[in-house]
Nanobody, 120 residues
Framework: QVQLVESGGGLVQAGGSLRLSCTYS????????MGWYRQAPGKQRELVAT???????NYADSVKGRFTISRDDTKRTVTLQMNSLNPGDTAVYYC??????????????WGQGTQVTVSS
């Protein structure tokens, strides 16, 4: 019912910037949380940043001050601006929608992922 498509990944030099974009289709209800997660080689998937429907953002300590999440439900997009990138940011980045429906059911939806590689 909900589809997420990421774009904007690539290969960048340490200290550089990338802007990831996630476009979604389907209904995103008022209690939804949109977010970005990442999975580096040999590691578990970890939270990068989330934003509630009310605009409250939450960041992993490792990216605070460097990454910025934003959402525009009118344009149906979620973005992740990544600055001051370092090799530790190398991972596959996934867009996520955590949606609570009116009758109480809840579902997670994931994008296909986009590769971010930061060279030293």
């Amino acid at each position: 019912q909900v589809q997420l498509v990421e774009s904007g990944g690539g290969l960048v030099q340490a200290g550089g910037s990338l802007r990831l974009s996630c476009t979604y289709s389907g209904s995103i209800f008022s209690r939804s949380v949109m977010g970005w997660y990442r999975q580096a080689p040999g590691k578990q998937r970890e939270l990068v940043a989330t934003m509630t429907s009310g605009g409250t953002a939450n960041y992993a300590d490792s990216v605070k001050g460097r990454f910025t999440i934003s959402r525009d439900d009118t344009k149906r997009t979620v973005t992740l601006q990544m600055n001051s990138l370092n090799p530790g940011d190398t991972a596959v980045y996934y867009c996520n929608a955590d949606i609570q429906y009116p009758l109480g059911s809840r579902k997670n939806y994931w994008g296909q992922g986009t590769q971010v590689t930061v060279s030293s």
